[in-house]
T-cell receptor
């Protein structure tokens, strides 16, 4: 069992739909991340939240909108996605936002997203 | 951008054999981490080695780091079928620079 919980596990949506991915951790971590991973590729960083504030946006298209309501929750709102956005979306957390590259990250099992 | 480059891209071994994966990187780092990803699952952190360390052990895992060659290796001894997974190295620096993942090695351990 992972300590980072992501829901839903699978999501199929049309290009005109609006949906949200959710991520929750109760380890007291203050840095949270969204990654996108295509098959047989490494995870690609999308966003980093530090102390509930967006600190890094890796030039992600605006059809992806992150939100961090509190220190335990991270959402990714999806709207007007394209077929090439189909991928595994991973959430991760780490303890100290001041040194995001200097400590282990804890990953959820991801949401498998398919865009029709 | 990717910094780590794993070698080989894929590796197939018999159960009980040792598996060695290598990671090379381009710029100076603060630390290097190894992660495992089973099919359809998230990444699991295995080990972190800092730039002032040369070798680290965790159970059947042994990681080495050679900063002069900008390379690291992950050795899994006495492999098991359950070790079948993709293995990624990730390089990190101090401050607010996020981890950069390599392309990964797909390991298959055949029973």
């Amino acid at each position: 069992d992972t300590e980072v919980t992501q829901t839903p596990k699978h999501l199929v949506m049309g290009m005109t739909n609006k949906k949200s991915l959710k991520c929750e951790q109760h380890m007291g971590h203050r840095a949270m991340y969204w990654y996108k991973q295509k098959a047989k590729k490494p995870p690609e960083l999308m966003f980093v939240y530090s102390y509930e504030k967006l600190s890094i946006n890796e030039s992600v298209p605006s059809r992806f909108s992150p939100e961090c309501p509190n220190s335990s929750l991270l959402n990714l709102h999806l709207h007007a996605l394209q077929p090439e956005d189909s991928a595994l979306y991973l959430c991760a957390s780490s303890q100290d936002p001041g040194t995001v590259g200097n400590q282990p990250q804890h990953f959820g099992d991801g949401t498998r997203l398919s865009i029709l | 951008s990717q910094q780590g480059e794993e070698d080989p891209q894929a590796l197939s071994i018999q159960e009980g054999e040792n598996a060695t994966m290598n990671c090379s990187y381009k710029t100076s780092i603060n630390n290097l981490q190894w992660y495992r990803q089973n099919s359809g699952r998230g990444l699991v952190h295995l080990i972190l080695i800092r730039s002032n360390e040369r070798e680290k052990h965790s159970g059947r895992l042994r990681v080495t780091l050679d900063t002069s060659k900008k390379s690291s290796s992950l050795l899994i001894t006495a492999s098991r079928a359950a070790d079948t997974a993709s293995y990624f190295c990730a390089t990190g620096n101090s401050g607010n620079t996020p981890l950069v993942f390599g392309k990964g090695t797909r390991l298959s351990v055949i029973a």
